[in-house]
C-alpha cells in the first residue's frame, strides 16, 4: 500500500452532529514555525512597539519591573527607536517592504510546506509566528485551529536552548493556549544543536565559502548570540550547546582546534556576559596576527539585524581597526535547501504517532 492511500481522512466537522451543532473542523496536524520578531517598519513608533514588546519580556530582561520599567519606558524607548531604527533601515529590504528576517521566514515556511505537502498530502498545515511583532503567536495558533489541527507541532527556529529564546517562545504559544476552549495536542520541537543533517548543512556552506575565498582565512569565528553569564550558572544550557555545536562542527569539517574559535555577540547592559565578547576577540585576532577571518552565526536560522549590520558593520570595523585585513561573513543557512532538510527531518521526527 502506498503512503498516500494509506492517510486518515481528514474531518471537516464532528460526525452525527445535530444541525444546528457549531462547524468544528478537526483531524489536521498543524506545524508552527516560530522566529523571534520583527518590526513592522524602522520608523519611531513601529520600533517603539517592537522594543517594548521585546525589552518587557522578563525571560530576556529579568531584573524587577520596579527598576526596569520607569527605565526602559522614560529612557531607553525614548532613544533606542532612533538608532534601532537606523540600523534596521541599512539592511531592510525595501522591495518587499519588511525586515530581511521576515522575508527569509517567509521563504523557508514556504519550502517546508512544499516539503510536508508531497510527504502528507492536506494532512499537515504549516505555518509561521513570531514571538514579538507580527504575525502574532496568538493570531497563527487561532488560526491554525479555525483549519481543523486539533494537534500542533510547535518548532522555535533555534537550534541552541536558551531560555531568552526556545523558551519565551514556548511560554507565548501556552499563553495563546490558555484562550482556546478546545486545545489542540501540542509537541514543542527541543533545541536541534548537535543535529547531524544541521551540524552537516552549517559545514557544508563553510566549505563552500571557503572554496570561494582566494585566500583561506587564517581562523574562522563562530559567532553566537550572547546572554548574561549568570544564566549559565542558573542552569541556562545555551553556553555548553553552544561549544558542542562548533566541537561538532570542527569534526566534520576535519580541521584543527587552532581553526575555529566560539564567541559571543550582542551584549546588553552592564553586567558580565558569555566571553569572549566577538567585537573585542576580532580584535585580538587581528592584533595577534590572524589578518584574515571569516565569521558565521551558527545560532541564528535566518539572517537578520544581529548579523547584517552587527557583524557585517560593528563586529568588520572592529577587526579592521585592529589591523585585519580580510573579512568575510558567512551568511546563516536561511532556505538553502540542505538547511531546509535539516528542519523537514527533525519535524518528521516529532511527527512521529501522529502521521
Known sequence: MNQMSSKPVVATE????????????????????????????????????????????KRVVDYSPWVWQPLLQLIILTKRPFSSGAAYKSIWNHDQGESPLLTITKAQTAKITAVMKAKYGDQIEVDFCMRYGNPSTKSKVRQMIERGCDKIVFFPLYPHYAGATSATANDQLFRALMEEKWQPSVRTIPAYFDDPGYIDALATSIETAYANIEDRPDVLVCSYHGVPKRYLMEGDPYHCQCQKTTRLLKERLGWEDSDIVTTFQSRFGPEEWLKPYTVEE???????????????????????????????????????????????????LNDDDAHIGALTSVIDENLKGWI
Not at 513601529?46 to 518587557?56: C, H, N, Q, T
Not at 585580538?284 to 537578520?304: M, Q
Open 14 to 57: 464532528l460526525p452525527n452532529a445535530p444541525d444546528d451543532h457549531p462547524k468544528v473542523k478537526f483531524g489536521k496536524v498543524g506545524v508552527l514555525l516560530a522566529n523571534l520578531g520583527t518590526p513592522d517598519d524602522y520608523t519611531y513608533w513601529p520600533m517603539r512597539r517592537y522594543l517594548g514588546e521585546f525589552l518587557s519580556d
Open 282 to 332: 576580532v580584535a585580538r585576532l587581528a592584533e595577534a596576527g590572524k589578518k584574515k577571518i571569516a565569521v558565521c552565526a551558527p545560532a541564528f536560522s535566518s539572517d537578520c539585524i544581529e548579523t547584517l549590520e552587527e557583524i557585517n558593520e560593528e563586529i568588520k570595523e572592529s577587526f579592521e581597526e585592529a589591523g585585519g585585513e580580510q573579512f568575510t561573513y558567512i551568511p546563516c
